[in-house]
């Protein structure tokens, strides 16, 4: 779903940049619970703090990769925004 949510906050950010830094902010505000869910139980298992830091940031870049694919989308797109690609980002997240 992290893709899913980089794709959200981009598209935002395109319509409006408030839109988009509020959209950001309540991701970042949804991500650090995750970030924990995330990280306790491979601390629990593995007692190693590196392996912790990988999966968060590999989790974290999930996000970076849906801002990146709808990027991919926007330059295909010949950089107008069309039902069609609007259509395609939509299916992408779901």
Avoid: Q
């Amino acid at each position: 779903h992290n893709i899913a949510e980089g794709m959200a906050v981009f598209v935002a950010s395109l319509s409006s940049r408030s839109l988009g830094a509020s959209l950001a902010v309540a991701m970042f505000c949804h991500n650090v619970p995750e970030g924990i869910c995330v990280a306790v139980p491979i601390y629990h298992s593995t007692k190693r703090y590196s392996d912790v830091y990988a999966w968060v940031l590999f989790t974290a870049l999930a996000e970076l990769l849906g801002a990146l694919l709808s990027y991919i989308v926007l330059v295909a797109s010949d950089g107008s925004i069309s039902d069609v690609v609007y259509g395609v980002m939509y299916a992408m997240t779901s």
